[in-house]
């Protein structure tokens, strides 16, 4: 079903036609929605003529799947229309040409919604479903978001979709609603002082150059980029300090502000200055907002970054002087044990004059070389951590150079009232602006509490009776800078113009605020009562133990040995062979094709590149070329780039840098990716790619890819990226599909974001199961994830480790005549205590109003007797230990896990072996934008080749299927749709082609299998 109207597009054309299309029923679907019931068959039967019956039984299987009624001819229904003859009527009945006239077609519109309880669309329904829209546009104004909401709503109320012409007129008066009420708030804010701000960042001659400064990322860490990115924080706060005061007045979400800053930043200045004034204040603001708390961000980075640096060389320089003084004392220890020896020689007798025991004793030792003996061993001071704070002075100046211009820009928060430690950070730099020094400033300045007693000696310059009179000015600020970094890690101290480093309680949202959007979420963990849902997992629990402990006393646990003498648990593995695929058989017999093809292939099929629109659409002079965009996208996804896909294709780069800049976006990518993955979904191979008939799986894990530019995102790493840095491209696979990725730093750690990556998802293939390595584990994951009723399954390298693990529900003392015992029991108090703050913070989650990578960073912070940290720890102790007894008593979950987190790794190949094309295993880019644009475009360049694997795949399946060649169905179940030996992914490149399509039909025929 084409969209040809010129309203707002909402939906994609895949998109359309799954909610509005006439459904083509393949057999599985012909049975399972033409297959009528005792009643619906009834109903049919009870139409005039048998035209209106057959009809009838077409409209109700329709209905079934799509929700919708249709008007169609036999001639588009054929293959239908014969299934419901065969199986309940006569060959005999003559059908008439013509199918049933529009007084029969309302009145089985009428019998059909009335038997399903459904409600006819009205206008009546109208207001109730702008309304709503109008909610949803305040959490996410994308067009598609809302659509998709408003006709979840519709099918769950049980009320007819209106046409798609009026879904477009309904999110349009939404859209603009939410925009006109937005913009008079603007207009009712803004003093004119501030409207003014705003306008002249526009309207300055040198704006150009200053905004797209203000978009630059830093390249690195060093003293010049930090230079920077000061000065760009510097001139954004007048405008932060307006949109911090304005932004919470307006009542959006955190998704839209992340939008709306995200089209100041590929709007050009040109684009600003054209749109409405309230517009691009809204933009602005929004821009600025983030911006800044990013800048701060990186500036926090860099003092870490430093800092750890810092350490390590003055940890490094003490040691080894520290080890060179031993040395120097180990080898001359012999020669003063010859000048003890002296004492107890014989031949110096009591008269020997002293002058000649000392002549002798110079002998072995020069004069200087015994004093600096002796000196050394009276002197007890000597030890590493007072050779450390004397190295002090050695890096004073990089402290001075790197560290002190961040900590006087950076304004620290903290919660404890008249904190020690920023009275400290105040006192140093004031004394700094007095251009002194700290030594020259009195001791009784300093705050006392930053001087611990037992480091005074280190720290503090003494007087004559031994008094404290100053402080060694380089020791104590390095000391300071030290103290506040850790202090901040720890959650004493918190930056509120930061994303990463505000306060846990600042970012969580009100439930008695959001009840209304909770409810349209539907998460598990709000929906039930803490006490039941603790009872059945407690239940659960207990039963699993009294299970495990039985059968392996019974020894019924074939793959497990547990040594009662070493308390150790083994753990047979599964020797058998992998049942054999055609993974080699197949793709060698498929012909080479050119990279191109496949992507003129797999568009025609599922129209991915549509997907691709300017920000603007209105405003595009024409439609983007299919050709341009195929290219741009191979140039990013191998590395070439743009300059080099110039010289080895057939488009020019003047035509590659426009197509770049206009239609890739983060956004757009992601929407091509999803129309790939659920295209992917509907092929017939798909349902055979599970794992599991009652679960689908879905693997996460990172891949190291170096970087072409220098990126503070990127870091070093010997092991991965030799002398360069680099980045992980974090992703989510489900049956083969890659639905989600995304860049994070190669110093985070993959574990914080599972749920994350999970919950971006916007496919329509949604894994209940996530497995991971062990690097997906933390404190929290089982927790999170089944909160929003998900099961988390990583694969354990280490069984005997697990058992520390696992606690139980009932009383410990129930479990002391098992083999294996709980570690503890399960403190429910704690987490009924906490529900009220766990709300909040899965809330919090679910609005997107923070990411799991920062929740989990700020409760590592709170002190280990935090009650809200440890009930969280505690949910997710009792959710982990379920799980890990059930991966002791059944070896097919490991199997199962096992076999998900390979297809990722295979997955991770074939991106590899897409990179490589460009001659590393790298990314482009040189900003966090064009960075991830690059990574988007490769993993859509792997979901081009899996859809063309998967749709061979698919005809070859019903081709044996109609054979009845059992055996060479059950392989192809087992053929994995990664590979590529089979494409021509180098070379030159070709897109202006009128070459014919691939014909799959053609390509099947010559498959042989013996």
């Keep these: ?157 049980e009320i007819m979709r209106p046409a798609y012409t009026t879904l477009q007129l309904i999110v349009v008066e939404a859209l603009s609603f939410e925009r006109g009420r937005i913009e008079l708030l603007i207009e009712e804010t803004l003093t004119t002082t501030q409207k003014l701000s705003l306008d002249n960042l526009l309207i300055r001659e040198d704006s150009l150059s200053n905004l797209a400064a203000l978009k630059q990322d830093a390249k690195n860490f060093r003293w010049k980029q930090m230079s920077l990115e000061r000065e760009k924080r510097s001139s954004l706060k007048s405008i932060y300090k307006i949109s911090k005061m304005i932004l919470p007045k307006l009542d959006i979400s955190l998704q839209n502000r992340l939008y709306y800053s995200s089209l100041a930043i590929f709007y050009t200045i040109y684009d600003l200055r054209r749109l409405p004034k309230g517009q691009s204040y809204l933009y602005l603001l929004c821009y600025a907002f983030y911006r800044f708390r990013q800048l701060t961000d990186n500036l926090v980075d860099a003092m870490k970054f430093h800092l750890k640096k810092l350490e390590t060389t003055n940890k490094t320089s003490a040691n080894i002087k520290f080890n060179k003084l031993h040395a120097n004392e180990r080898k001359k220890a012999p020669l003063v044990g010859k000048l003890l020896l002296l004492y107890v020689d014989e031949k110096l007798t ?381 992703t989510l696979l489900c049956n083969h599909i890659p639905l989600q990725g995304y860049l994070i730093g190669a110093h985070e750690y993959e574990a914080h974001h599972v749920f994350d990556i999970w919950y971006r998802n916007t496919s329509e293939i949604t894994p209940s199961v996530i497995t991971g390595d062990m690097h997906s584990i933390n404190k929290a994951n089982f927790a999170i994830l089944h909160w929003f009723g998900l099961s988390f399954s990583p694969r354990f390298t280490s069984l005997n480790k697990q058992l520390d693990d696992i606690y139980c529900f009932s009383r410990i003392e129930r479990f002391n005549d098992q083999l294996i015992k709980p570690t503890k029991q399960i403190d429910c108090d704690l987490i009924v205590r906490e529900k009220d703050t766990i709300d909040q913070i899965v809330a919090t989650l679910g609005l997107k109003e923070i990411t799991q990578g920062v929740l989990i960073r700020k409760l590592c912070t709170y002190a280990a007797a935090n009650p809200t940290r440890q009930a969280i720890f505690e949910y997710d102790k009792l959710v982990r230990s379920i799980y890990t007894l059930k991966y002791l008593l059944n070896p097919d979950v490991e199997q199962i896990v096992n076999h998900s987190q390979n297809r990722i790794e295979a997955y991770h190949q074939l991106r590899a072996a897409i990179a490589r094309i460009g001659g590393k295993k790298e990314l482009t880019g040189h900003t966090d934008i064009e960075l991830e644009i690059s990574n988007q475009c490769a993993r859509l360049m792997a979901n081009v080749i899996i859809y063309y694997n998967s749709t061979l795949l698919s005809h070859l399946l019903t081709k044996f299927e109609t054979q009845g060649n059992n055996s060479a169905v059950e392989l192809i179940k087992r053929t994995s749709p990664i590979a590529w030996r089979h494409l021509l992914l180098n070379g030159h490149y070709t897109f202006h082609s009128d070459a014919p399509l691939i014909d799959i039909e053609s390509i099947i025929e010559r498959i042989e299998l013996d």
């Design 1 to 157: 079903m084409a969209n040809k109207n010129k309203n707002l597009s909402v939906l994609s054309e895949a998109e359309i036609f799954a909610y509005y299309g006439l459904p083509d029923f393949d057999e599985e679907q012909q049975v399972r929605f033409l297959l009528l019931s005792e009643s619906e068959l009834a109903l049919a039967k009870s139409r005039p003529n048998i035209n209106s019956q057959i009809y009838c039984a077409l409209q109700l299987g329709f209905f079934k799947a799509k929700k919708l009624f249709f008007k169609f001819d036999w001639t588009e229904v054929e293959a239908d229309k014969d299934f419901i003859i065969e199986n309940y009527f006569s060959s005999a009945d003559v059908i008439t040409a013509n199918a049933i006239g529009n007084k029969e077609y309302y009145m089985q519109r009428k019998l059909i919604a009335e038997y399903f309880g459904y409600q006819m669309w009205s206008t009546v329904h109208k207001p109730q479903l702008l309304k709503l829209a109008k909610q949803v546009a305040r959490r996410d104004v994308t067009p598609i978001y809302i659509s998709v909401e408003l006709l979840s709503w519709l099918d769950e109320s």
């Design 350 to 730: 009591d008269i020997t004059p002293f002058g000649e025991v000392r002549r002798r004793a110079f002998n072995i030792l020069s004069k200087e070389e015994l004093k600096e003996a002796g000196n050394s061993m009276l002197d007890k001071s000597i030890t590493r951590l007072s050779l450390r704070w004397q190295l002090v002075s050695e890096i004073s100046k990089l402290v001075t150079y790197h560290l002190r211009p961040i900590f006087r820009e950076i304004h620290f928060e903290s919660s404890i009232p008249n904190n020690p430690w920023l009275r400290a950070l105040n006192w140093v730099n004031s004394t700094h602006d007095k251009k002194q020094t700290l030594s020259s400033r009195s001791i009784d300045e300093c705050p006392s509490e930053t001087l611990p007693k037992r480091l005074k000696s280190f720290l503090c310059q003494f007087d004559d009776d031994n008094q404290p009179i100053s402080v060694y000015a380089d020791r104590y600020e390095f000391w300071l800078y030290r103290q506040l970094r850790k202090r901040l890690q720890a959650g004493e101290l918190y930056i509120d113009d930061s994303i990463q480093y505000r306060r846990l309680n600042d970012e969580l949202v009100s439930v008695d605020d959001k009840v209304s959007i909770l409810e349209q979420l539907n998460i598990p963990w709000l929906q039930k009562p803490i006490e039941s849902q603790l009872y059945v997992l407690g239940r659960e629990l207990d039963e699993l133990w009294q299970k495990f402990d039985k059968e392996l006393k019974a020894g019924n646990l074939k793959h497990l040995d547990y040594d009662t003498q070493k308390h150790k648990l083994t753990w047979h593995r599964n020797q058998a062979k992998e049942p054999p695929t055609l993974d080699t058989i197949f793709y060698d017999q498929i012909p080479y094709c050119d990279v191109t093809e496949v992507f003129r292939f797999v568009h025609e099929k599922c129209q991915f590149l549509a997907a691709l629109k300017p920000l603007q659409p209105r405003y595009a002079k024409k439609a983007a070329n299919l050709d341009d965009l195929m290219a741009v996208i191979i140039a990013q996804a191998m590395n070439h780039g743009n300059k080099i896909m110039s010289q080895t294709s057939d488009i020019p780069y003047h035509v590659l840098t426009a197509t770049y800049e206009q239609y890739l976006r983060q956004a757009s990518l992601q929407a091509a990716n999803d129309t790939i993955s659920n295209a992917i979904m509907e092929l017939p191979i798909f349902q055979h790619f599970s794992l599991d008939l009652d679960a689908l799986y879905g693997a996460v894990d990172g891949q190291k890819f170096t970087v072409k530019h220098s990126n503070i995102k990127a870091r070093h790493s010997r092991k991965y990226f030799g002398k360069g840095t680099g980045v992980v491209a974090y």
